[in-house]
């Protein structure tokens, strides 16, 4: 669905993209640089009220940043050989690394046929039934598309191996988590909740339905990161780290 705001949000990202190049091509300082891909860059390009949201040479978001920032400095480890499910694998510089680590590399999506990579199986997260399969579950900005979030996290909590973490990233607003349904219109889930394809907008009360799932929980936010790192990468976002007991 093609509304204004969407459209006016992909000229401002061109515009701001383009400005990019043209810095770049007169010999701009780059003073910045993407974790997901290794460039140096003179900046990262708008997306609605993200100023420095994407890498003008791999396109990767702040959430795909912070990401690979943990995982090369550590923060966040795959172990080798593991069974790592990646759900939406838009991610280059995350499928990459996943697949690196990984024994059992499973990139998934509801409709698998929209990715250029190869592999890719279709899943629908309300009628997975995998037991203790995966070591790692990534789910990025996949949460606020599903019907029912606790059937989707009792899903991801079965198909996890004891000790296993599933490794989520939503969109935040400072208020309680506001849930719509299937039925509600495009133009009113764009309105109430930032997309036409979300049925919610969650809020900090994530980590509690995450936690009444039976996982053990602490987050990751770039915000505790120091501050010329944030800076220097455009790093943002919290990644809940759900742990099943061993």
Request: proline share 6%; net charge neutral; aromatic share 10%.
């Given at each position: 669905?093609?509304?204004?705001?969407?459209?006016?949000?992909?000229?401002?990202?061109?515009?701001?993209?383009?400005?990019?190049?043209?810095?770049?091509?007169?010999?701009?300082?780059?003073?910045?640089?993407?974790?997901?891909?290794?460039?140096?860059?003179?900046?990262?390009?708008?997306?609605?009220d993200?100023?420095?949201?994407?890498?003008?040479?791999?396109?990767?978001?702040?959430?795909?940043?912070?990401?690979?920032?943990?995982?090369?400095?550590?923060?966040?480890?795959?172990?080798?050989?593991?069974?790592?499910?990646?759900?939406?694998?838009?991610?280059?510089?995350?499928?990459?690394?996943?697949?690196?680590?990984?024994?059992?590399?499973?990139?998934?999506?509801?409709?698998?046929?929209?990715?250029?990579?190869?592999?890719?199986v279709?899943?629908?997260?309300?009628?997975?039934?995998?037991?203790?399969?995966?070591d790692?579950i990534?789910?990025?900005?996949?949460?606020?598309?599903?019907?029912?979030?606790?059937?989707?996290?009792?899903?991801?909590?079965t198909?996890?191996?004891?000790?296993?973490?599933?490794?989520?990233?939503?969109?935040?607003?400072?208020?309680?988590?506001?849930?719509?349904?299937?039925?509600?219109s495009q133009?009113?889930?764009?309105?109430?909740?930032?997309?036409?394809?979300?049925?919610?907008?969650?809020?900090?009360?994530?980590?509690?339905?995450?936690?009444?799932?039976g996982?053990?929980?602490?987050?990751?936010?770039?915000?505790?990161l120091?501050?010329?790192?944030?800076?220097?990468?455009?790093?943002?976002?919290?990644?809940?780290?759900?742990?099943?007991?061993?």
């Amino acid at each position: 669905m093609i509304t204004f705001q969407r459209a006016s949000k992909a000229a401002i990202k061109w515009a701001s993209f383009a400005t990019l190049k043209l810095r770049a091509a007169t010999g701009a300082k780059a003073g910045y640089s993407c974790p997901a891909c290794k460039a140096d860059v003179v900046g990262f390009f708008r997306y609605g009220d993200n100023a420095t949201w994407g890498c003008p040479a791999c396109g990767a978001s702040p959430r795909q940043r912070l990401v690979c920032y943990l995982l090369d400095s550590g923060q966040l480890t795959v172990p080798k050989g593991a069974s790592v499910l990646h759900i939406a694998p838009n991610e280059a510089g995350l499928v990459s690394r996943f697949a690196a680590q990984a024994g059992d590399y499973v990139p998934a999506d509801l409709h698998p046929d929209v990715y250029d990579l190869p592999g890719v199986v279709a899943m629908d997260l309300m009628q997975m039934d995998a037991k203790d399969r995966f070591d790692i579950i990534y789910a990025s900005h996949v949460m606020e598309h599903v019907e029912d979030d606790a059937r989707v996290l009792s899903n991801m909590f079965t198909a996890l191996k004891p000790g296993g973490e599933a490794w989520l990233i939503v969109p935040l607003w400072d208020r309680p988590t506001e849930d719509g349904h299937m039925g509600m219109s495009q133009r009113e889930r764009e309105r109430r909740f930032g997309q036409w394809d979300h049925v919610r907008q969650y809020g900090p009360d994530f980590a509690e339905r995450i936690r009444n799932g039976g996982f053990v929980l602490d987050t990751v936010a770039a915000r505790d990161l120091a501050p010329d790192l944030q800076q220097k990468h455009a790093l943002d976002d919290v990644i809940f780290r759900a742990r099943k007991p061993a």
